[in-house]
């Protein structure tokens, strides 16, 4: 085999195994909606980081709101004028 018969034999390849990603990811949105259903309250994300050593890691919790309205408010700045 030449070496442009094997680049293009490794294209091809990759494109299929993109294609077939792909095609994967698709089937798996198609089951159902992510996240949690709007509502009153929050939703709690917990955060765990380790460095692996000995000692060294960080914890944190964060409260998002369920309510659309209200989480979209998080991100206008505070000094905004309205």
Known sequence: MSGAAIVTLLAVLVL????????????HDRRGARGCEP?????????????G?????????????RDPQTYA?????KDRRT
Do not use: D, N, T
């Open 16 to 27: 299929i195994v993109a294609v077939l990603r792909a095609a994967q990811a698709i089937r």
């Open 73 to 77: 408010k998080l991100f206008i700045p």
């Open 39 to 51: 509502g009153p309250g929050h939703s709690v994300i917990e955060s765990h980081y380790s460095s």
């Open 53 to 65: 050593g000995a000692g060294g890691g960080h914890s944190m919790s964060y409260r998002i709101p």
